[in-house]
């Protein structure tokens, strides 16, 4: 043995040993155990690393002992006692049994030099083939995975075929039969106490309507304070538009027993005498043609004037009580482009026509500013849309307006029942010949004296209520409602009492008037939304203090809204008639109900043609 690891055996041993003399000398070959075959070469006995200059250590060299030879595991072992060498069985042990030849191939991972840490940093580079190609299938995998998520479904996308709803509520005709999902807890279009029987109903123009929104008011406690309501909102301000006495508070708006509730009071509010309520779908819900319902008892007595309680629809692109909105929009219902959409409704010099210079009654027939959003608006002028050559604006259809007055000799109760229109006809006389208009029951329903002053034209009739369904007065409740096809040519408005048809109005009862120089006005194609309030106020009727008793109540039962079941069109922002975007554009208009022009708003009117581009 000569005590080197490995000595000895395998097929290429390699077993240095001393000169003979016990001292360590240079190492020289055994003998081969077949003398007659010449030693082996051992693959090992090349070096197997470069030789490193002479002038740097070895990465394996050890400190020098004081006996001057080296130290560590390459030192030749402690000499045996008497000077031997500590070999076995006489044999002197062999000298240094470690050299850079021997070191193992992971040795320098164990004991690196500076010199290579430098080298291996070196090497590390983005920039190199290797850095190249992990770079390559980083991009790789991470364009795979793009394509995957996002590139996917945008190919997917545009390479189907259009989907259709089939006439029916949604894409592929799912929610045909406009019904709703039934999920507890969830605010739903449909209320759920709706009866069944509501679903659907005949129009009084034959065709099937089946319902698309309704709220029965059942669950009480319900308040409509900016964000409580998914559908209506409570105002908080004063309509000062029509010369109200009373402010309009959230608090006067809840529901209880059933219904809503609008309560008005005779107590001191922002500077007025009155408060009451006034709730909204402005911007929430609207709808387009249809049939409108409302069941409601009326506030106070059938005999006593003073109270004023509504509900009406009005165009998304005006919002009730803020009066820069309506500036320029209410109540137009126009899309020519004529002198019907100019300042006072009279030519650019302002020299005619005649019929706009004297309505016969109050002087100049009209006092609007114009219409801000015409069919003459200048190409890439602030408008909502389609385009700029559609005439938009906010026209107003009137539920009910509920009056008393002396009718057959006697106070009665009744209501107004009208729409309102710009421009106007000359002397606001509207076409109510038949068969441009009718009367269904002239015992009970009359065209309304009141035909419109400088700031609308009024197209309405009066009709006689129950007498027993007043607050004071009976108690009961009754229906009142519109059904409505917006077509230029075809359209109508039909008015109901208590399910029965009192009056309508077509296209022609609205048509051109050459003596005013304007042409067709429309039955509403804008999106509309709903109104309920309850206000006081001497423009409306006389009020009677001395006999009116407060606090007063209107109860509302319930709202329902059908659509034809042909042709659904329910939203605020309908594609053929957006209103969001330009909202959202003028939100300064939209959300201050004390600014009262466009121009206090800080905006301007687009240009119009007739005018200049």
Known sequence: MTGQVGAGYGPYSYEPVGNGNGGGGNPVSRPSRDSSMPPPVSPFAQPRYSTRNSSQPSPFAKPASSSGHTAGRD????????????????????????TAKDAEMDDRLHNPSPHDSLRDRASCT????RGWLNMTAIFILVGALVTLFAGYPIIQYFGTATLSNYGAFNVGGINSTGQVPDIPGLPTLIDQDTPASALTRTGFDGHDYV???????????????????????????????????????????????????????????????????????WNKFCFTGGYVEVNIQLPGSNVISGLWPGAWTMGNLARAGYGATSDGTWPYS???????????????????????????????????????LSACTCSGGDHPGPNTRTGRGSPEIDIIEAQVAYIKRAYTGSVSQSAQFAPYDASYEFNNATPATTVYDSDNTYINTYKGGVYQQAVSAVTLTDQTSY???????????????????????????DGTQA?????????PNAAA??????????????????????????????????????????????????SPNIGCDPPNMPTADYINSHLNAYSNPNLTTWEDAGYSYPKNSMTGC
């Open 334 to 372: 126009y899309n020519t482009c004529d002198i019907g959409t100019l300042k006072n409704q009279t030519n650019v010099a302002g020299t005619g026509p005649a019929a706009a210079l004297n309505s016969g009654t109050e002087g100049p027939l009209s006092f609007q500013p114009g219409q801000r």
């Open 503 to 511: 009056w309508q109005i077509t296209s022609a009862s609205v048509g």
């Open 517 to 566: 120089g304007i042409g067709q006005r429309l039955i509403s194609e804008e999106p509309m939304y709903i109104i309920i309030n309850l206000g006081i106020s001497e423009s409306f009727q006389t009020i009677n203090y001395a006999e009116l008793t407060f606090p007063a109540h209107m109860l509302v039962d319930y709202v329902r809204v059908y659509q034809r079941a042909d």
């Open 211 to 281: 319902l698309a929104f309704s709220d029965e008011f059942n669950t009480d406690g319900r308040t409509f304070w900016p964000g409580d309501d998914p559908f209506w909102e409570a105002v908080d301000l004063h309509y000062w538009a029509t010369g109200d006495f009373e402010w309009y508070d959230p608090d006067g708006a809840a529901t209880k027993g059933g219904n809503l509730v609008l309560t008005v009071t005779e107590e001191p509010s922002h500077g007025l005498n009155f408060r009451s309520g006034m709730i909204q779908s």
């Open 471 to 497: 607050e004071l007065s009976g108690k009961k409740f009754s229906t009142y409602g519109w059904e409505a096809f917006p077509d230029p040519s075809n359209g109508y408005i039909t008015w109901q009492v």
């Open 126 to 129: 983005m920039w190199s083939m």
């Open 75 to 98: 030192s030749v072992r402690s000499a045996a006692p008497g000077g031997a060498s500590g070999g076995v069985g006489g044999m002197p042990r062999a000298g240094p049994a470690w």
